[in-house]
Structure formats: structure tokens, C-alpha cells
């Protein structure tokens, strides 16, 4: 069964094309940082906001056509994996990520799930056996359904706890079945309402015993796809464990896990966290821990996740920019955590969405990778800390000195001279790199 019949495969025709259904700069051939964009974007489509999101909010119920929806239950599971593998194939996206319960319906029973989890699995399988895409990742939901209320490995109840471990356990089957090269978790109520209730200590060392045994059952049974934590900072929970990079990078410190782990870096998750996109991709990628991307936007006037498609080239600009220097995404990717608005409701956008999404990226990795090239921002930044390559400086980043030292030598030192950091220069530059990218 078709649910696209309208739209055919949309293919890259260059920043003149007028043609709405095609890429204007997202080019899966061209190349960049040695390899074709197609093989270095590693775009993924994300199946709980395309193929399963409504476009209902705290407001008002869905908006969203979607022809699949003529179906319920199993029957809209299948003829959800029909449509996912029609647009990954008319997108011509590599990959896709999704949560347990976005592929099959939960049952009467965690046994009856399990049931209704492999008969969807299996046929996904049969479907990836012909198509060109892959899974980037998967991941367990434990936040929408009553049992999570307060939070799963960082429940109060022990009984939520092992629950949360059968999902896990299981979601780490499915991937090993389906080839998953990377498993998420995002602490989706993993965190706390009140202090006055909660016993923060035992959540954080529960979740810490969970991490262990979600890595240890991986290696027994032979899965060995990268894991990846996705920080958030609140919403669901007024506050989340995994509030951003640094604070899961302390608690992976804590309890014995750098390892084992990376970082999945949402946009919107860092901007909720007072952060910039890039900040976040920065933290990781100078830990060595940037694993993946969860490509979307927020809303500068909204304090809330609004997912948006991302469309900002001075952010996507920035983050294609720490990308490039990480060498890459590895075995993650650029999924698209994003969702058409709710005014957006006709299956064609989800064509327009991602569309632009994916050109987006495109010009903001080839306007970073001309950053990189010209050496605009390393010269910058090698220059404002020359005084540690020689002198003193030297000295302190080798460890050959000491506060006594350091006195006498401030002692002498006249007045200081500080240079001006040039950031309004500094950002005109790249306004006109974003610029002459495609005159
Ligand atoms: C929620 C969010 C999730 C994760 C996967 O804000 O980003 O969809 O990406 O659980
Ligand atoms: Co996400």
C-alpha cells in the first residue's frame, strides 16, 4: 500500500531549482570532509513525531492528515512501517530512530507487548532486507504510559525499576535483531518534581545499577551498537537528572561509565538547559563524547521543547562547524527530533519539512567546512592565547611552575596588556562565508 501517491522521489537539483519537492543544496553526492554528504550527514527520520505524532496539544486534539490513521492497532502498526519505508525511500534518508512504542501498540501485558513487538520487528526486517535505510538507533519509552509517574530506573518503586529493565532488555534485542548502530537513552521522567519526596542519592546510584546492567546484558548478548545518553534539562520533570552534557558527563564520572557511553545532543534540549546548540556539541566533542545529533530547533520566545525543524543556517552553521572538528558523527548521526507544526498538516509536509531540514545542514556544512579550511576561527583563536605557546605560559601548561613562581613573576609584571576579542568582526566574517556559499 502507497501513502505518498502524489509525491516521487525527491532528488537534488541545485540552488535554482524552483521545485519545492527537491533539494536545493543538499547534495548526497558531493563531497565532504572526504566522504559524500549522504555518508557524512547520516540523516535519519524520526518515527514518533512523522509517523506517529497528531499534532494535538495541551489545547486542542490532532490536526494531522495522515492516511495510515484509517487503521487501529496492529493494522496501524503495519501500515505505519508501509508509509515509514515509502518516505525513507522517496527522501532518500540512510536512516531512522524509534522508541518501542512508536513501532507497536503496548498490550494487555508486558508479554502481550513483547508478542506485538516482534511481529513488527520482524516486519521491518523484511522491509530493511530491500531498503537502502538503516537504524541509527532505538530506545525504550518510559515516560507516557501511568506506571512511569515517577520517573522508571529512578523510581520510587522497585517494582517500576525491574519493569523498566524487561523494556530495556528487550528494546536491546530488538536493535541487535534490526542492526542498530547505537542504542539512546533519554531520561524521558528521570528526575524529580519535589526534593521534600525524594531520595535523590538512591535514584542516581539506581540509574547508575541500570546503566551497568543495560551494558553488561549488550555484551552478553552480543550488541555492540555505541550507547548514548540524551541530555535534557527539564519537561517532563521539573528537573531532569541529565540536565546537559556536563552534568551527564560527571554522573557517567561517578559511577564508572565513561566507557561505555556517549552523548546524543538535542538543539532544543541545550537551548531549554540556557545553552547554546553548539555549546553542547563543544562539551562533548572536547570530552571525546559527541555521539550523536538530534537535529531540530526551539523557539527563542518559548520555554518549552517545540521541536521545530531546523532551519536556522547560523545554527546549523555552528554545529556542522563542531561536527567537522569532531571528524565526523562515528556511528551517529543527524536524526530529525522534529515535527511539522500543527498548522502544517497535509502529509506533503512532512516532504517540506524535512526538505528543508536537510538543506539546511547542507549549507551549514559546507559553509563550516570553508570555516575550517580558511583556518577563519583556529587562526583567531590560536592567536588569543599565543602567551601559553612560549614564557610563562608555556610553563604553566607544561606544569613546570608553581604559585611562588608565578608571584614573583606577576611582581614585575608593569600593567597588563589585554587584547579586544573581536567578536562583532568575528561574526561579520561568517556572514559573509554564509553569504558567498552560494553566489
Ligand atoms: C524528548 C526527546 C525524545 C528522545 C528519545 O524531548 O527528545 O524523543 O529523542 O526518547
Ligand atoms: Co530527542
Not at 525504550?140 to 522508571?152: I, V
Not at 561505555?260 to 541545550?270: D, L, P, S, T
Amino acid at each position: 500500500m502507497n501513502y505518498f501517491n502524489n509525491i516521487s522521489k525527491v532528488k537534488f537539483e541545485g540552488a535554482n531549482s524552483t521545485n519545492p519537492l527537491a533539494f536545493k543544496y543538499y547534495n548526497p553526492e558531493e563531497m565532504i570532509n572526504g566522504k559524500s554528504m549522504q555518508e557524512f550527514m547520516r540523516f535519519s527520520i524520526a518515527y514518533w513525531h512523522t509517523f506517529v505524532g497528531d499534532g494535538g496539544d495541551p489545547f486542542g486534539q490532532g490536526t494531522m492528515i495522515r492516511p495510515w490513521n484509517e487503521y487501529i492497532g496492529m493494522d496501524l502498526a503495519k501500515a505505519r512501517v508501509e508509509a515509514a519505508f515509502e518516505l525513507f525511500e522517496k527522501l532518500n534518508v540512510p536512516f531512522f530512530c524509534f522508541h518501542d512504542s512508536d513501532i507497536a501498540p503496548e498490550g494487555n501485558n508486558l508479554k502481550e507487548t513483547y508478542d506485538n513487538l516482534d511481529k513488527i520487528v520482524s516486519m521491518i526486517k523484511e522491509y530493511m532486507k530491500t531498503s537502502k535505510t538503516k537504524l541509527l538507533w532505538n530506545t525504550a519509552n518510559m515516560f507516557s504510559h501511568p506506571r512511569w509517574l515517577h520517573g522508571a530506573a529512578t523510581a520510587p518503586n522497585a517494582d517500576v525499576f525491574a519493569y523498566a529493565a524487561a523494556k530495556v532488555k528487550k528494546g536491546l534485542e530488538i536493535g541487535k535483531e534490526l542492526g542498530s548502530e547505537n542504542y539512546v537513552f533519554w531520561g524521558g521522567r528521570e528526575g524529580y518534581e519535589t526534593l521534600l519526596n525524594t531520595n535523590m542519592k538512591l535514584e542516581l546510584d539506581n540509574l547508575g545499577r541500570f546503566f551497568h546492567m543495560a551494558k553488561d546484558y549488550a555484551k552478553e548478548i552480543g550488541f555492540d551498537a555505541q550507547f548514548l545518553i540524551e541530555p535534557k534539562p527539564k519537561e517532563p520533570t521539573k528537573h531532569q537528572y541529565d540536565f546537559d552534557v556536563a552534568t551527564g558527563l560527571a554522573f557517567l564520572h561517578t559511577y564508572g561509565l565513561t566507557d561505555y557511553f556517549k552523548f546524543n545532543v538535542e538543539a532544543n534540549h541545550a537551548t531549554l538547559a540556557g545553552h547554546t546548540f553548539e555549546h553542547e556539541l563543544h562539551v562533548a566533542r572536547i570530552n571525546g563524547m559527541l555521539g550523536s545529533v538530534d537535529a531540530n530547533q526551539g523557539d527563542a520566545l518559548l520555554g518549552w521543547d517545540t521541536d521545530e525543524f531546523p532551519t536556522d543556517l547560523y545554527s546549523t552553521t555552528l554545529a556542522m562547524y563542531e561536527i567537522l572538528k569532531n571528524g565526523g558523527l562515528g556511528t551517529g548521526g543527524l536524526n530529525f527530533d522534529a515535527k511539522a507544526r500543527r498548522g502544517s498538516f497535509d502529509p506533503e509536509d512532512l516532504f517540506y519539512a524535512h526538505i528543508a531540514g536537510m538543506d539546511a545542514f547542507a549549507i551549514g556544512a559546507k559553509v563550516a567546512q570553508r570555516l575550517i579550511k580558511d583556518k577563519v576561527l583556529d587562526k583567531i583563536v590560536d592567536e588569543r592565547y599565543s602567551s601559553f605557546k612560549e614564557g610563562i605560559g608555556l610553563e604553566i601548561v607544561e606544569g613546570r611552575t608553581n604559585f611562588y613562581k608565578l608571584e614573583e613573576y606577576a611582581l614585575q609584571l608593569g600593567e597588563i596588556q589585554n587584547k579586544s576579542g573581536r567578536q562583532e568582526k568575528i561574526k561579520g566574517i561568517i556572514n559573509k562565508y554564509l553569504l558567498e556559499a552560494y553566489l
